[in-house]
């Protein structure tokens, strides 16, 4: 085995954490993965054999470049109007896949993942890091140019914002039986049968796209929510799945795919509703979802 053949061994074993890492901090599978790739062509042209910690080096290379990411797409976004649903991933409703199960874990569902989409980059990454991973904030510090009690500052104002991210009930069957009954509910325009499981404070957010012709929009409280559902399901074939490991469902019309929601299920109640159906972001989507 040649230098560059044992280099490659070496990064692959550290692949599952960095792409877990980078979809924290990116909420998308498809960036996740050019930011880990991004990271194996810098070591790949690096001095390798000078770095004493890879697994720590690679963190921080990525992480670094997830950065850059977030603030580039925060330049792009700065005139987009409405919610943004990260792109979520998607699973048979009677199992997550094996190579989804790092990237889901930690309860990193759609809900916390929108309240991750809110922060400035430099407080994301350190919630990330730190929080996540248990990166120390000395370490963190210069990847943000800032001290590590400024570092340790940014996680603080992170952490009270991902307090408002509702935890889902962790009963799949529970979460199952909720929402196919929204969904029933929905399909029949049953508005009664809709407040039965929306919880009062029930929040809905629909990412089209800033191209689409529907805007996107956040609605909350129920029934709002309720009047938005009734007849969403339309011409539209429903179907359920774990959306981020929690139950959620998959619509197509006529044959393609045309929006994936996740729900926050709890005691009973839908809390969030997340939908992401914006078709250039679906389009990068694994297809097998259809399957």
Not at 84 to 94: A, L, R
Not at 209 to 233: I, K, P
Not at 279 to 285: A, Q
Request: aromatic letters at 4%; proline letters at 5%.
């Amino acid at each position: 085995m040649n230098e560059n053949d044992l280099l490659a061994e070496q990064f692959e074993a550290h692949r599952t954490h960095l792409r877990a890492v980078a979809y924290r901090m990116l909420g998308s599978v498809s960036e996740a993965d050019d930011a880990v790739q991004e990271s194996w062509l810098r070591l790949s042209r690096s001095n390798a054999s000078e770095v004493e910690n890879l697994g720590g080096w690679l963190t921080t290379v990525t992480a670094r470049v997830c950065l850059d990411m977030l603030r580039s797409r925060k330049a792009r976004r700065e005139e987009q109007f409405g919610p943004h649903v990260p792109e979520p991933i998607v699973d048979p409703v009677d199992g997550t896949a094996p190579e989804h199960e790092a990237l889901v874990a930690d309860s990193v569902g759609l809900a916390l993942l929108v309240v991750l989409e809110t922060l400035d980059p430099a407080e994301r990454l350190a919630f990330v890091l730190h929080d996540m991973f248990g990166v120390a904030f000395a370490e963190i510090a210069p990847i943000v140019d800032r001290s590590p009690e400024a570092a340790r500052q940014l996680a603080s104002r992170a952490r009270r914002r991902v307090r408002g991210a509702p935890e889902p009930d962790p009963d799949i069957a529970a979460q199952r039986q909720v929402v196919a009954a929204f969904l029933a509910a929905a399909r029949e325009g049953d508005f009664e049968a809709l407040l039965r499981v929306l919880d009062p404070g029930v929040v809905l957010r629909a990412d089209t796209g800033a191209l689409a012709a529907v805007a996107s929009r956040e609605v909350r409280g129920a029934e709002a929510v309720a009047r938005q559902a009734r007849g969403f399901t339309g011409m539209l074939d429903v179907r359920l799945a774990l959306v981020n490991g929690a139950v959620g469902f998959v619509a197509t019309r006529d044959g393609e795919l045309f929006s994936v929601g996740g729900f926050t299920v709890r005691g009973g109640m839908i809390l969030e509703i997340n939908i992401l159906a914006d078709p250039e972001r679906l389009s990068r989507l694994d297809p097998t979802i259809l399957n």
